[in-house]
């Protein structure tokens, strides 16, 4: 599998954009890059993915580099109840429906 | 309601005794997951269902654990001899087929703790 590499945690301030960066270096070519975020008590939830083009939904933006060995979720507006644990999780191949969840990012939204 | 349901949302149990967690998932999805998530741990697969087809086991930990997936919707969770290990979030996740998207639909989960 590829595996991801988040920082462990950040803070950010309530109305401000959260830039969350992933390094995912050995990502191969076919492989999708997934953000999930999990709010305590929770299940986690999906958020948006991509494969090579930046992506956009109603929830957040995504951001993959050309050469596609990083990305950034965004969310442009934070509010307090964005505070939750960010996965990026690269879709392995094959086994594609063995998503590994890792240690994410925990982010605090502070008002 | 529209999402997946599990139940119980808590289960506490003594060391030795046998219990089963359900998971309805969303209707029309063909695709069950059960996961795992120890307190304060990422989340760890157990097994996936996928319409008729043979069900992929190898993230069962030990042979105690079993799963079924009746008439391709409901699906119970057995865990046998329970130890304190076991204690977790069991989460149960659906969604519509594999190919075409990862997005995966959770429930709440269900808390065990094994005393």
């Known amino acids: 599998d590829a595996k991801t590499t988040q920082?462990?945690?950040m803070?950010?301030?309530?109305?401000?954009?959260?830039?969350?960066p992933c390094n995912h270096s050995t990502i191969s070519?076919?492989?999708?890059?997934?953000?999930y975020r999990q709010i305590h008590s929770q299940g986690p939830q999906y958020i948006i993915h991509g494969l090579k083009n930046n992506e956009t939904n109603e929830m957040a933006?995504?951001?993959?580099?050309?050469?596609?060995?990083?990305?950034t979720l965004i969310l442009p507006h934070a509010t307090l109840r964005d505070t939750a644990v960010y996965y990026c999780i690269v879709r392995p191949t094959g086994n594609d429906y063995k998503l590994s969840f890792g240690a994410g990012t925990t982010v605090t939204v502070r008002a | 309601g529209a999402g997946v349901s599990q139940s119980p949302s808590n289960k506490v149990t003594e060391k030795g005794k046998d219990v089963e967690l359900r998971c309805d998932p969303i209707s029309g999805h063909t695709a069950l997951y059960w996961y795992r998530q120890s307190l304060?741990?990422?989340?760890?697969f157990l097994i996936?269902?996928?319409g008729n087809s043979a069900p992929d086991k190898s993230g069962l930990p030990s042979d105690r654990f079993s799963a079924e997936r009746t008439g391709g919707s409901v699906s119970t969770l057995t865990i046998q001899r329970t130890q304190q290990e076991d204690s977790a979030v069991y989460l149960c996740a659906s969604s519509l087929r594999r190919e075409v998207t990862g997005e995966l639909f959770f429930g709440e989960g269900s808390r065990l703790t094994v005393l």
């Open chain 2, 40 to 44: 304060g741990q990422g989340l760890e």
């Open chain 1, 7 to 9: 920082p462990p945690s």
């Open chain 1, 29 to 35: 070519g076919n492989e999708y890059v997934y953000w």
């Open chain 2, 48 to 50: 996936y269902f996928q």
């Open chain 1, 11 to 20: 803070d950010c301030a309530e109305g401000r954009a959260a830039n969350l």
């Open chain 1, 61 to 71: 933006s995504l951001i993959i580099t050309e050469d596609r060995k990083s990305s």
